[in-house]
């Protein structure tokens, strides 16, 4: 399985968690800053490729409220791990305690399922669900130890994040390496 790809304009990066896989719902695809919550329509794409491509449960109706709700989410989220990699203490712990109590979480394992799947918000409800994995998940994420490894990509334009998986890993993806050394090499 290859660590980034992307499907119908979609960025799926199976082995980050779901809080930084949403992040990368906003990502630059070597010409432009793509962006799944532009409209409702982009974020049920979005949530359709998980499905197909990482077995997520889907999540089938987006709304313009949910939308926003989505948007407020993500920007959450990116507060928290700016925080985290800036290393203010005060400001991870006051971002995130406002992450995670702009959601429901009381995660329940739903009976009469095929797959143990966890809805983290507790009410039946696909959506609210993600967001509360989400939010769980930022905070799995900037917490020790996973915090050591938790990077912004230097790449040339790119917004993502990334778990560092060796100590000379300065970038997402190897396409952002070879954008960086096209750079590099432009400059000189
Ligand atoms: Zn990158």
Redesign the pocket.
């Known amino acids: 399985m290859k660590a980034q790809y992307t499907v119908d304009g979609v960025l799926v990066r199976p082995f980050e968690p779901i809080s930084t896989q949403f992040l990368s719902s906003r990502f ?1 695809d070597g010409r432009t800053i793509v962006d799944a919550l532009e409209t409702p329509e982009l974020a049920e794409q979005w949530f359709a490729v998980m499905t197909q491509e990482l077995s997520r449960p889907p999540v089938a109706h987006v709304d313009a409220g949910a939308l926003d709700a989505l948007r407020g989410l993500r920007d959450g989220v990116a507060t928290v791990y700016e925080h985290a990699l800036g290393n203010n203490r005060d400001q991870i712990a006051d971002s995130l305690n406002a992450l995670v109590g702009s959601v429901e979480i009381a995660p329940a394992i739903p009976k009469r399922k095929s797959q143990a799947l966890i809805d983290f918000a507790g009410r039946g409800n696909p959506l609210e669900s993600f967001m509360a994995e989400v939010a769980l998940s930022c905070a799995f994420t900037v917490s020790a130890p996973q915090v050591a490894q938790l990077e912004k ?3 040339p334009n ?1 917004v ?1 994040y ?1 778990t560092r998986m060796r100590d000379s890993q300065h ?3 190897n ?2 390496g070879n954008r960086a050394r096209v750079a590099r090499h432009a400059r000189k």
Do not use: R
Request: proline share 0%; aromatic share 24%; glycine share 8%.
């Open positions: 630059y990509c230097e790449g790119c993502l990334y970038w997402c993806s396409t952002c």
